[in-house]
C-alpha cells in the first residue's frame, strides 16, 4: 500500500511494518511459528481465547505461557483476559453487549481502544508490581525491592542518594542519566542490563567500583535493572527481575580456582612422626640382624674351593716364575729333512762318510 508492505496482527488487526510476534504450535513434540502479532501479549490473549472456545487443549495453553514467561519474564498469573478484541475501537459493538459487562472492562481504560491505549494497557497490566534490582554504591553491592508507581511506571531516581551541588558549585543535573549494557559473554541475548546514574561530578563520593566496571567517572549509587528484548509493534520497556547472583556472574571476574593445596603436617606433628619412624626402623634393623654374624665370624668358616691348573699358571706368570712358553719349529723341506736327519745319524755314529743312510723304525720313532 502506497509503497509500502503491512503485516495484520491476526488479533487486534493493526498493521504491523514486522511480523512481531507469533504462536507456538506443539506437534509432535516440535515447535511451530505460526501467525503474526503485535505483541506477546495479544499471543496470550488469542491463546485464551482458543481454549475457551475449546479449540486448543489446557497443555497447549500451558505451554503458550510457559513459553512466552521464559521469553520475555513476564508474569505467570498475568490477567489477560481484559485484552479482548471486543474493546477495540475498530471492533466495538455496544449493541451486542450488556452495558454491566461494558462498564466492568472499562473502569480503569475505558472501551475504546485505539493502537496506544491497546499498547498502555499491555504495559500496564502484564508489569511488575515490585521489582528486585542491583544498587552498587561506593560502599557495597546490595539488592533492592523496587516499586511501581501509577501505570506500571518506575522512578529509578528515587533509589539513588540524590546530589545538591557539583564540584563548581553549579546546581547539579535534576535529570537521571542512563545506558545500556549488552555486550557482557554471559548475558542471554534477549536481556539487556540498563544503569541508571547521577551524571558529572555532582559533590558525591567516587564509585570506584562502578567507574571500574563501566569505564567512566561515576560519583554516587549506580541502579542496575534488567528489561528485555523483544519483538512488539511499539516501542516498550519491560523491566525484570535482576538479582546480585546474576550481578556476580555477568560482572565479576571469577579468578581461575587454584590447585587443591597439598595437605602438610604441622612443625609438631613432622617431629612426632619422625620419632615414630626412627622407632619402627630400629625394631625392624634389630629383627633384621638376630642372625647376622661379625665379618671375622664369616671369614672363618669360609671354605674356599681348590685351585685349578690355570688359576695356578696366572699366578706363577704374575711372579715371573712360569716356564717358557714353547715356540714351534719351521717346517723343512725333504732336502733340508734328509740334511738334517744324515747329521743326526752321524752324531748317533750309526753312518759313515760317504755311506747311504739307512733308518729303520726304531731309530725313525
Known amino acids: 500500500m502506497h509503497g509500502y508492505t503491512f503485516y495484520q496482527c491476526d488479533w487486534t488487526g493493526f498493521p504491523m511494518r514486522a511480523t512481531n510476534c507469533y504462536m507456538p504450535v506443539w506437534t509432535n513434540d516440535k515447535m511451530l511459528k505460526r501467525g503474526s502479532y503485535c505483541n506477546w501479549e495479544s499471543v496470550l490473549a488469542h491463546a485464551q481465547h482458543l481454549y475457551d472456545n475449546n479449540e486448543s487443549s489446557a497443555p497447549q495453553l500451558c505451554h503458550v505461557q510457559q513459553y512466552i ?10 490477567d489477560v483476559v481484559g485484552f479482548g478484541f471486543q474493546h477495540l475501537e475498530h471492533f466495538k459493538d455496544n449493541e ?6 461494558i462498564d466492568k472492562t472499562a473502569v480503569l481504560f ?4 485505539d493502537m496506544a491505549m491497546y499498547h498502555k494497557v499491555c504495559c500496564a497490566v502484564t508489569t511488575y508490581n515490585e521489582l528486585t534490582a542491583v544498587k552498587v554504591t561506593p560502599t557495597g553491592v546490595y539488592e533492592v525491592l523496587v516499586s511501581a508507581k501509577t501505570g506500571g511506571k518506575f522512578r529509578f531516581d528515587e533509589y539513588l542518594e540524590r546530589p545538591y551541588i557539583n564540584g563548581d558549585g553549579m546546581a547539579a543535573e535534576s535529570k537521571i542519566q542512563s545506558f545500556v549494557c549488552t555486550h557482557k559473554p554471559k548475558m542471554a541475548k534477549d536481556r539487556e542490563v ?6 558529572f561530578k555532582n559533590g558525591l563520593p567516587k564509585n570506584e567500583t562502578a567507574s571500574a566496571l563501566f569505564k567512566q567517572q561515576i ?3 549506580v ?4 528489561q528485555t528484548k523483544e519483538a512488539c509493534f511499539m516501542q516498550r520497556e519491560r523491566y525484570v527481575h535482576f538479582t546480585q547472583q546474576q550481578f556476580d556472574e555477568y560482572f565479576s571476574k571469577k579468578k581461575k580456582r587454584s590447585a587443591d593445596p597439598i595437605p602438610a603436617l604441622s612443625e609438631s606433628e613432622f617431629k612426632k612422626a619422625k620419632a615414630e619412624m626412627v622407632s619402627s626402623l630400629s625394631v625392624f634393623e634389630q629383627r633384621a640382624s638376630e642372625t647376622s654374624a661379625t665379618p671375622g665370624e664369616l671369614v672363618g668358616g669360609a671354605m674356599m674351593p681348590p685351585s685349578t691348573g690355570k688359576e695356578l699358571m696366572e699366578v706363577a706368570q704374575h711372579l715371573g716364575l712360569a716356564p717358557p712358553q714353547p715356540t714351534r719349529q719351521a717346517t723343512m723341506g725333504p732336502e733340508e729333512w734328509a740334511a738334517h736327519s744324515l747329521s743326526l745319524a752321524t752324531q748317533l755314529g750309526g ?7 739307512v733308518f729303520r723304525s726304531a731309530m725313525v720313532a
Open 96 to 101: 451486542s453487549k450488556g452495558k454491566e459487562e
Open 110 to 113: 475505558g472501551n475504546d481502544w
Open 69 to 78: 514467561h521464559e521469553l520475555t519474564g513476564m508474569p505467570e498469573q498475568s
Open 219 to 221: 560519583y554516587g549509587d
Open 223 to 226: 541502579l542496575l535493572v534488567q
Open 194 to 199: 540498563s544503569v541508571f546514574y547521577w551524571p
Open 351 to 357: 753312518v759313515q762318510s760317504g755311506e747311504e743312510p
